[in-house]
């Protein structure tokens, strides 16, 4: 295919395309003759009047070259995959990854040996979907090699060249393909790429957890996240990166709830995840322990999981604020939610709803009680004192919360004189 070169509006209208810190980084790479060009997500993502949050530049130059021209403007530079060709420019507006145009030369499913070289057209042909092979010029001017501005029409994710081969050169793309589609695409998955991922699912076996449970979180972000996982269950690709999801109709009508019902700006997908899942505490461990999950999200999932807390729509005030202070806000707003997505009565909406937007409100209360104000009680220092303060919380979280001084501290007094010291 020849290589299409047009001028974009969308592209000359783009802020981050104009503002300096880009304009110097792309100037600094250019002034020795070589070449650089915005590529990839920023290229794609704003064709697609989407938020562009990376901007990763593509050049002509060696990373060690590019390291002395920006250095020559004064640009700070780390050499953070230099044996791959990258290195990062950092600026006071935003971090830019550089990487020498490049061709492989041997993959194994997982990493390639690269050498750089001069060419776009060759350095197109290494990358994954055809959208992700454009690139823009510093005056907006698009260079589209591979009909990657077709497919974005189209809202189509199409592997470039024979799918088996970019599958086999990184296996991680399987997952990247129904994750671009779950963000990007639509319609059905292209056919030949859903062909190809299922008849090579098992090279995912020799990826790294960590990178398997990325590609899952950003699936699961997805506003069509329910029907990605869905394919990749029916091409046998779930079973083998995910067998614990056996809860995906309750996740299909979380993100119904989200979507239509909340309207949350951003997903959550910690809480997507555990939607999936029916684990006890051992479970959530051997799944955190495979993908590298980090112990706030492992702690996260086994507590919205396997807490038994009382949780249902029509909860009293009074059990509600039970459950937030002993619970805490997070906890109790994962439970809700998932309480909210296993119901499947489309009338207690309105409960569910108002328990969240209630607990957002909610205050926390301070039992008024000091360690010193027990032991002037009588109380001996050390453990006992911790004893009674918890006996006299328990009676003031059943008394829902009390505010009168005077009774928390007859309460107290009753406590004492009822123990032997």
Not at 378 to 388: I, T
Request: net charge neutral; charged share 30%.
């Amino acid at each position: 295919m020849s290589v299409e070169k047009v001028q974009s509006r969308e592209m000359a209208r783009a802020e981050w395309l104009s503002a300096p810190d880009t304009k110097a980084v792309l100037e600094a790479l250019g002034a020795d003759g070589g070449a650089a060009r915005i590529v990839g997500g920023a290229v794609r993502n704003t064709l697609m009047g989407e938020p562009v949050s990376d901007i990763d530049i593509a050049t002509t130059e060696t990373p060690a070259r590019a390291m002395a021209l920006l250095g020559a403007r004064g640009i700070k530079t780390v050499p953070t995959g230099i044996d791959h060709g990258t290195v990062t420019a950092v600026t006071p507006s935003r971090h830019f990854e550089i990487t020498t145009l490049r061709a492989d030369i041997r993959t194994d499913g997982r990493r390639a040996d690269v050498a750089f070289t001069g060419d776009w057209l060759t350095d197109a042909k290494r990358r994954d979907f055809t959208i992700n092979a454009l690139y823009c010029d510093a005056d907006g001017t698009i260079h589209d090699p591979l009909g990657g501005r077709a497919d974005i029409a189209a809202r189509r994710v199409r592997f470039i060249g024979d799918p088996h081969e970019r599958i086999r050169e990184d296996y991680l793309r399987i997952l990247r393909f129904f994750r671009f589609h779950a963000w990007y695409g639509k319609g059905e998955p292209d056919s030949a790429g859903l062909r190809a991922a299922a008849e090579e699912r098992e090279g995912l076996k020799q990826l790294s957890g960590e990178r398997v449970r990325d590609e899952i979180l950003k699936i699961a972000a997805a506003e069509n996240g329910p029907a990605a996982f869905r394919q990749m269950a029916a091409a046998g690709i779930l079973s083998l990166v995910l067998p614990e999801a056996t809860r995906l109709d309750r996740f299909e009508k979380l993100v119904e709830i989200e979507t239509t019902q909340l309207f949350r700006p951003k997903a959550d997908p910690i809480l997507r995840l555990g939607s999936m899942l029916d684990l006890d505490d051992k479970g959530v461990a051997a799944l955190a322990q495979r993908l590298r999950f980090s112990n706030r999200e492992r702690e996260r999932l086994t507590r919205m999981l396997t807490d038994r807390t009382k949780i249902v729509c029509y909860l009293s005030m009074r059990e509600m604020r039970r459950a937030l202070y002993t619970m805490g806000l997070d906890l109790f707003k994962d439970r809700v939610s998932l309480g909210w997505a296993d119901d499947r009565r489309g009338h207690n909406a309105f409960q569910w709803r108002a328990l969240l937007a209630m607990a957002d409100s909610w205050e926390r209360p301070v039992l008024p009680l000091t360690g010193e104000m027990i032991k002037a009680s009588g109380v001996p220092e050390g453990p006992e004192v911790g004893r009674v303060r918890d006996e006299v919380e328990e009676w003031w979280i059943d008394s829902d919360f009390i505010e009168d001084e005077f009774s928390i501290i007859e309460r107290l007094k009753a406590i004492v004189q009822a123990t032997v010291y």
